[in-house]
């Protein structure tokens, strides 16, 4: 079984370019997982704020949560994009 770390090599790996909304499913997770809860403010930039928000929606799930949550959303698009 891969770890967490292996997995987030395949997902930057993926053969195309993932959707922004499957983008920011694995961000959230990501950034959960390795940082934990967000405390920064909240971004005007609409990117920033939509990578802000996708992160912030994941306070209180804990990192070992966060990455196996991030490998769920890796299996589900995986093979749309391996």
């Known amino acids: 079984m891969l770890t967490f770390e ?3 090599e395949k997902a930057k790996n993926f053969s195309k ?15 959960q997982a390795t940082v934990g809860d ?3 403010d909240e971004p005007e ?4 704020k939509a990578m802000w928000k996708a992160w912030k929606d994941k ?3 804990s990192a070992e949560d ?3 949550k ?7 698009y995986a093979p749309k994009y391996q």
Do not use: N, W
């Open 17 to 31: 370019k993932p959707s922004q909304e499957e983008f920011l499913e694995f961000y959230g997770y990501y950034k």
């Open 6 to 8: 292996e997995i987030v």
């Open 38 to 40: 967000c405390t920064s």
């Open 45 to 48: 930039d609409a990117v920033r």
């Open 66 to 68: 966060a990455k196996a």
């Open 70 to 76: 991030y490998i769920e959303v890796y299996h589900k």
């Open 59 to 61: 306070a209180g799930v």
